[in-house]
């Protein structure tokens, strides 16, 4: 089968690297350099430091793209959702086909962009909490430095300067910065970080309060003072921050993370810095009501005083009146000692004369212990013939017991053991007997009765009661003494009326 003739075609034929480059030449040598308006989405920062972005508006769509060495450069940060004016070039890229914008240049569109970006970070930091005012701190009545971040170009630093020298001259710390334009934000943020960091007492004072000052202008020269960094940095000072950007109807971010805000820098120097004058005329003024409210005191006082002075008795009167009752009482107070001692004399030998003599206390005494005596020795030996028969009785019932026992063992003994035989009656009784006698010994040798037969006595009260011990017999007391012969009555002496010496021992 022969194979048809190919047809020949008049159309160029390409690669697709030329078609590629072809689009490319075409975009940048027909646009050049333009000027998109858009509206800023999918915006990513890559490692690289390349930043990739879209502008979109109602009809379309372009990517973007900002190289690492022009961000920098670029005027302004972007983000999401704002809307902007970015400047660069059409360029193609061939590996995907697509053509997107290389751009080295950004800026606002127009000041509703500005206001809905400044808006937005508003918002943000106020919901983070930087705006409360509870966070203001008060100013320093009189600071002896005084820092200002601002141009040192300009009439702003020349109108703090004066209306500080004409209120109360202080030292003034300026830390020149450019207040507008590329970098003008961080330059900013880092002389209020500067100030902030600087120590107490170092070779460079530490400001008492701090002013960030700029003069008016459009919304775009002020950006500087809406950047985040620079709010932040002002929320974040240590030192008590005054802010006076602009004219009195502009209004920044700063003014709102400030502690106290001024309309205009010279505003923000009398915030800082008291008038001398005014001073002066309220310290003579608080000096002044203060002389005469002393004198009204003393005034007051002296009055009073004086009033007190009236109704006071007469002191020498009664000093004297205090001498001469002294005197008196010293003379009484020596006569009535030995008043006292005579009467007490006295009151003793009329005690001493009713008394008994001892020795006629000690015959009663032992008159009472003979009878006590007596009735004892009578008494006795009717007591141990009581206590014979009632042993006697006790004897002969345990021998009619013993005998009954032993008897009826013996039958029992009879009765089970027949061949075995029985010890007399006699010699069991008499055992018994030898044994009760035992006992009766025993029990007379333990018995009072023994211990009187020795020659002790036993000591009974009035009421018959035994007194074992010396303690439990008052003075004076009825006593009654058993002996082993009988009883005696006796009457116990005072420790007072024995004499030592009166009774034998």
């Known amino acids: 089968m022969n194979d048809a003739p190919s047809a020949v075609s008049n159309i160029p034929e390409f690669t697709v690297s030329e078609i590629s480059g072809a689009v490319k030449r075409t975009l ?76 080295d240049r950004m800026e606002f569109a127009g000041v509703g962009a500005l206001l809905a970006k400044i808006e937005m970070l508003r918002l943000r930091l106020a919901a983070e909490g930087l705006f409360d005012n509870a ?25 703090i300067r004066t209306t500080i020298l004409r ?40 400001p008492d309060v701090l002013i960030v000052a700029r003069g008016g202008g459009s919304l775009e020269d002020l950006m500087a003072f809406n950047e985040e960094i620079v709010v932040r940095a002002a929320a974040a000072c240590t030192i008590p921050l005054i802010s006076a950007v602009g004219h009195e109807t502009d209004t920044t971010l700063i003014d709102f ?68 009752k002294l005197d008196d009482r010293g003379q009484r107070l020596g006569m009535a000692a030995q008043n006292l001692l005579a009467g007490r004399r006295a009151a003793l030998q009329h005690a001493g004369a009713r008394l008994p003599h001892p ?4 015959a009663a005494a032992r008159q009472a212990v003979a009878d006590r005596a007596l009735r004892l020795r009578l008494a006795l030996p009717q007591l141990l013939a009581a206590r014979r028969s009632g042993f006697r009785q006790i004897e002969t019932r345990l021998a009619a017991g013993v005998r009954h026992t032993l008897s009826t063992r013996a039958a029992l003994a009879a009765r089970t053991l027949p061949r075995l035989t ?32 020795r020659g002790y006595a036993a000591v009974f009260g009035a009421d018959g009661a035994l007194l074992p011990t010396a303690a439990s017999v008052k003075p004076g007391a009825v006593l009654k003494l058993l002996f082993a012969d009988g009883e005696v009555r006796a009457t116990a002496a005072k420790p007072g009326d024995v004499r030592q010496g009166a009774l034998p021992l």
């Open 28 to 103: 940048e040598g027909t646009f050049g350099r333009v000027r998109v308006r858009g509206e800023i989405t999918e915006l990513k920062r890559y490692p690289s430091g390349h930043i990739y972005f879209s502008l979109k508006d109602e009809g379309g769509k372009i990517s973007g793209v900002v190289w690492k060495s022009a961000v920098s450069r670029l005027g302004l940060d972007p983000e999401n959702g704002v809307e902007e004016i970015a400047t660069g070039k059409v360029s193609a890229y061939g590996d995907r086909s697509s053509y997107q914008l290389i751009v």
């Open 257 to 324: 993370a400030s502690d106290r805000r001024a309309p205009t820098p010279t505003a923000a120097a009398e915030l800082a810095v008291p008038s001398r004058v005014e001073l002066l005329a309220a310290v003579q003024q608080t000096g002044a009501r203060l002389t005469g409210s002393l004198h009204r005191i003393m005034q007051e006082r002296r009055l009073a005083l004086q009033t007190s002075a009236a109704g006071l008795p007469d002191l020498p009167g009664l000093l004297g009146t205090a001498r001469q």
């Open 422 to 453: 029985a010890a007399p009656a006699e010699a069991r009784l008499r055992e018994a007997r030898a044994r009760l006698e035992g006992f009766s010994a025993r029990l007379e040798s333990v018995s009072h009765h023994a211990v009187l037969a």
């Open 167 to 206: 209120r109360f001259p202080r030292h003034i710390l300026i830390w020149p910065v450019p207040v507008q334009g590329e970098g003008a934000a961080a330059k900013i943020a880092g002389a209020i970080n500067g100030f902030s960091r600087l120590p107490a007492g170092g070779p460079i004072p530490r």
């Open 135 to 159: 966070r203001n701190r008060p100013l320093p009545l009189l600071p002896l430095v005084i820092g200002v971040v601002t141009s040192p170009q300009g009439a702003v630093i020349q109108d």
């Open 359 to 362: 020795a006629q206390t000690v």
